[in-house]
């Protein structure tokens, strides 16, 4: 299991990211970490601005579908695309994740 982080400061597009990912199946489980605080260099400059951060719960073999679909929602010009590699997962958990992401292909059958 992997866990891939983006942050945006519209709420309308972590929805819309969250939502997608889900009704794809590319992730098993999205949490919303709202009204954050960020610092950062942009264009020379330090910038802060309040967003939310989105940890994107999926298997690796996802990776890629996920970042596609983070691009090609997301409002930023670069948005922050992060995998976090996960050296220990509750069996039970991991199951669950897995299985998640295998439901829509039975549905569809």
Known sequence: MIIIKTTSDSHKTIKLIAN????????ACVNILPRI?????????????RESALLIKTVAKMEKKVYTTIKKLHNYDVPE???IETSNVDTDYLNW????????SKKES
Do not use: D, H, P
């Not at 605080?37 to 601005?49: C, F, T």
């Not at 994740?97 to 829509?104: D, F, I, P, Q």
């Open 37 to 49: 605080r960020s610092k950062y260099i942009w264009e020379g400059r330090i910038v802060e601005s």
């Open 97 to 104: 994740v897995e299985g998640s992401l295998k439901n829509k």
């Open 20 to 27: 997608t990912l889900l009704n794809k199946r590319y992730a």
């Open 81 to 83: 695309i992060t995998t």
